[in-house]
T-cell receptor
Framework: DTGVSQDPRHKITKRGQNVTFRCDPI?????LYWYRQTLGQGPEFLTY????????KSRLLSDRFSAERPKGSFSTLEIQRTEQGDSAMYLC????????????FGPGTRLTVT | GEDVEQSLFLSVREGDSSVINCTYT??????LYWYKQEPGAGLQLLTY?????DMKQDQRLTVLLNKKDKHLSLRIADTQTGDSAIYFC??????????FGSGTRLQVQP
């Protein structure tokens, strides 16, 4: 069991640049979630997929954010024209379909926008 | 929307029991979870309880749910220094988005 993996672990970018993060879920999990966590806070939900379908998006997911899961396996989260307020830890989680109530989290990608 | 409240900090001595509390407003949450986060790391799922249960025990962990008062607690027996971390309570309908509290930092003193 390799767990949920995320790449990169850290990203430093300048304001206005685009960034893309990748998440690889646990292999048999068909649900994949993205959360954002800022310092001193709990994670906040951004979006989730069942297989390749994006089923729910938070109002936190502005037009500058887009997530994909083209083949129902790994997912990418892209942020365009980054702002300093985007600096946060971006967490990915996955769960089984059906009776899968347990979300397992990856180590996160820490984004710093300078 | 849902509101999940946790106290910010708890300090205990090694070997004592720790009790971390969580209160919430949305009574329709079906599943209530406890996660642990160590510095710079992701979240580790510790345990969860269905809303139709009052208690769940898993080795050193005991979860208590008081639905009337909308209060969830996590008791850690024989707390060890390795238990030092931030503990988050989270609520959800099961297979969708989770709503997290802001976390309780547990400090275990030797």
């Amino acid at each position: 069991d390799t767990g949920v993996s995320q790449d990169p672990r850290h990203k430093i970018t300048k304001r206005g640049q685009n960034v893309t993060f990748r998440c690889d879920p646990i292999s048999e999990h068909n649900r994949l979630y993205w959360y954002r966590q800022t310092l001193g806070q709990g994670p906040e939900f951004l979006t989730y997929f069942q297989n390749e379908a994006q089923l729910e998006k938070s109002r936190l997911l502005s037009d500058r954010f887009s997530a994909e899961r083209p083949k129902g396996s790994f997912s990418t989260l892209e942020i365009q024209r980054t702002e300093q307020g985007d600096s946060a830890m971006y967490l990915c989680a996955s769960s089984l379909g059906g009776q899968g109530y347990e979300q397992y989290f990856g180590p996160g990608t820490r984004l710093t926008v300078t | 929307g849902e509101d999940v409240e946790q106290s910010l900090f708890l300090s205990v001595r090694e070997g004592d029991s720790s009790v971390i509390n969580c209160t919430y407003t949305d009574s329709s949450s079906t599943y209530l979870y406890w996660y642990k986060q160590e510095p710079g790391a992701g979240l580790q799922l510790l345990t969860y309880i269905f809303s139709n249960m009052d208690m769940k025990q898993d080795q050193r962990l005991t979860v208590l749910l008081n639905k009337k008062d909308k209060h969830l607690s996590l008791r850690i027996a024989d707390t060890q220094t390795g238990d030092s971390a931030i503990y988050f309570c989270a609520l959800g309908p099961g297979r969708r988005a989770l709503t997290f509290g802001s976390g309780t930092r547990l400090q275990v003193q030797p």
